[in-house]
């Protein structure tokens, strides 16, 4: 028994290696055919890797943001809305946000509760220039959560004095790089702002420092200020909108605790926590993911169509010498084993290509991402990607040879010599 078994092992190798002489000058007489074969596999993985990370990379860059905002809960009025109008940005339906977060900042359980309004304003670095339309941010407070990069960080909301807007105006603005430019502003010069045109050309501002944080979140150029400061330029002093009331809770209050009681309290209001509230933010772009989910099906499909269709063509192209071989009565085993030969070497050989492609392709996508919608990091890679790809490129090349292989084995050579 065990000498039948090592006789028969004998006859496995010698095939096996038979078979790999066998692909080895077929890929020695086609250099070119191997190439472009290669090329194309690399580049359905390349497809598949840069579209998949751009799916991962919108769930974790919404994901990082919330995280950024140091944050427990968030409320808001219904769903939270991105509206196109003026550039982009949340609409802003939590009215009466000043004297709602002062009653919720007043229980004990709370520390901070902030409320952040996002409109559309005119700005321009003179009152007699063409204005362009930004989104601006109106927080009541600076502090961490607003990083600044260059420069200094506002000075909270002195407008808004005792209740009333008879405060004294900063007049102070942060900005974002993108804006910067658009602007060719710096810090220390001053740019006007408002919500109208009229507004804008009566309401200079200085720009007091550089920061990122609205314009990662909300992915456009922004502007921020004072909240009592943009309510007053946009004529929303009478009802105080807002799109968020953010809260952090005291060290030692639980986060669930305070979300209940606070849902107990104001049942007019969504109380949600951050994984909540990135949740309802994607929501509202359903239509977006399931167009972002059809183009990851869409690469998996091509790619899968276009290997197969790469190595049933490179077999094709072979079909002669086979015919030979198999009128030499090479043996269907050895004839199948060659073909599936050349499609795992070709399918590692553009799947490993593919994956050495990626990293500087995803370097340069961020890259046109961060200048054109403002988001770093959009396309993020994750081994996981990597490994599906290649075992794409790998198992369907080898599947796709051998059926090739099966198909010209069937032929009659006399049909093809």
């Given at each position: 028994m065990i000498r039948w078994i090592l006789?028969?092992?004998?006859?496995?190798?010698?095939?096996?290696?038979?078979?790999?002489?066998l692909t080895v000058a077929q890929f020695r007489q086609q250099k070119l055919r191997l190439i472009l074969a290669v090329i194309g596999v690399s580049l359905a993985v390349l497809a598949i890797t840069l579209l998949a990370g751009t799916g991962v990379g919108v769930l974790e860059t919404g994901q990082q943001q919330?995280?950024?905002a140091d944050r427990d809960l968030w409320v808001t009025a219904g769903d939270t809305r991105i509206t196109s109008a003026g550039g982009g940005g949340f609409e802003n339906t939590l009215y009466n946000s000043r004297n709602i977060s002062t009653e919720i900042e007043s229980r004990e359980d709370v520390a901070v509760a902030v409320p952040l309004a996002f409109e559309t304003v005119y700005v321009s670095t003179n009152s007699s220039d063409d204005f362009q339309t930004f989104v601006a941010t109106g927080t009541s407070r600076g502090g961490p959560a607003v990083q600044v990069t260059e420069g200094e960080q506002i000075r909270g909301d002195p407008h808004y004095a005792n209740g009333t807007y008879e405060g004294e105006m900063t007049n102070e603005v942060l900005i974002d790089?993108?804006?910067?430019?658009?602007?060719?502003?710096t810090v220390g010069d001053t740019i006007h702002v408002g919500g109208s045109l009229a507004a804008a050309r009566e309401n200079e501002f200085t720009v007091i420092g550089i920061s990122p944080t609205f314009e990662q979140m909300l992915g456009t150029p922004t502007v921020t200020i004072p909240l009592s400061e943009l309510h007053?330029?946009?004529?929303?002093?009478?009802?105080?909108?807002?799109?968020?009331?953010?809260?952090n809770v005291e060290d030692d209050a639980d986060v669930d605790a305070v979300q209940q009681d606070l849902e107990e309290s104001y049942p007019d209001y969504e109380i949600r926590s951050n994984q909540e509230q990135l949740?309802?933010?994607l929501e509202e772009q359903v239509v977006l993911f399931a167009a972002a989910g059809t183009l990851i099906c869409l690469a998996l499909g091509a790619g899968i169509t276009l290997t197969m269709s790469l190595l049933s063509l490179v077999i094709h192209q072979q079909r002669q010498t086979f015919a030979a071989l198999n009128a030499q009565g090479i043996s269907f085993t050895l004839l199948v084993s060659t073909v599936v030969g050349q499609g795992f070497i070709i399918g590692v050989l553009g799947g490993g290509l593919g994956l050495l492609l990626t990293?500087?392709?995803v370097v340069l996508l961020n890259q046109l991402s961060a200048a054109v919608v403002g988001f770093e990091g959009l396309?993020?890679?994750?081994?996981?990607?990597?490994l599906s790809s290649l075992g794409i490129?790998?198992?369907v090349g080898t599947i796709a040879a051998a059926i090739a292989g099966w198909r010209a084995n069937r032929t009659p050579p006399l049909e093809v010599l």
């Amino acid at each position: 028994m065990i000498r039948w078994i090592l006789s028969r092992s004998d006859v496995y190798i010698a095939r096996i290696r038979t078979a790999g002489a066998l692909t080895v000058a077929q890929f020695r007489q086609q250099k070119l055919r191997l190439i472009l074969a290669v090329i194309g596999v690399s580049l359905a993985v390349l497809a598949i890797t840069l579209l998949a990370g751009t799916g991962v990379g919108v769930l974790e860059t919404g994901q990082q943001q919330f995280d950024a905002a140091d944050r427990d809960l968030w409320v808001t009025a219904g769903d939270t809305r991105i509206t196109s109008a003026g550039g982009g940005g949340f609409e802003n339906t939590l009215y009466n946000s000043r004297n709602i977060s002062t009653e919720i900042e007043s229980r004990e359980d709370v520390a901070v509760a902030v409320p952040l309004a996002f409109e559309t304003v005119y700005v321009s670095t003179n009152s007699s220039d063409d204005f362009q339309t930004f989104v601006a941010t109106g927080t009541s407070r600076g502090g961490p959560a607003v990083q600044v990069t260059e420069g200094e960080q506002i000075r909270g909301d002195p407008h808004y004095a005792n209740g009333t807007y008879e405060g004294e105006m900063t007049n102070e603005v942060l900005i974002d790089e993108e804006t910067a430019r658009d602007l060719n502003v710096t810090v220390g010069d001053t740019i006007h702002v408002g919500g109208s045109l009229a507004a804008a050309r009566e309401n200079e501002f200085t720009v007091i420092g550089i920061s990122p944080t609205f314009e990662q979140m909300l992915g456009t150029p922004t502007v921020t200020i004072p909240l009592s400061e943009l309510h007053q330029i946009t004529g929303d002093t009478e009802t105080e909108p807002a799109t968020f009331i953010t809260i952090n809770v005291e060290d030692d209050a639980d986060v669930d605790a305070v979300q209940q009681d606070l849902e107990e309290s104001y049942p007019d209001y969504e109380i949600r926590s951050n994984q909540e509230q990135l949740a309802a933010v994607l929501e509202e772009q359903v239509v977006l993911f399931a167009a972002a989910g059809t183009l990851i099906c869409l690469a998996l499909g091509a790619g899968i169509t276009l290997t197969m269709s790469l190595l049933s063509l490179v077999i094709h192209q072979q079909r002669q010498t086979f015919a030979a071989l198999n009128a030499q009565g090479i043996s269907f085993t050895l004839l199948v084993s060659t073909v599936v030969g050349q499609g795992f070497i070709i399918g590692v050989l553009g799947g490993g290509l593919g994956l050495l492609l990626t990293p500087p392709a995803v370097v340069l996508l961020n890259q046109l991402s961060a200048a054109v919608v403002g988001f770093e990091g959009l396309v993020q890679t994750a081994p996981w990607i990597y490994l599906s790809s290649l075992g794409i490129a790998i198992s369907v090349g080898t599947i796709a040879a051998a059926i090739a292989g099966w198909r010209a084995n069937r032929t009659p050579p006399l049909e093809v010599l």
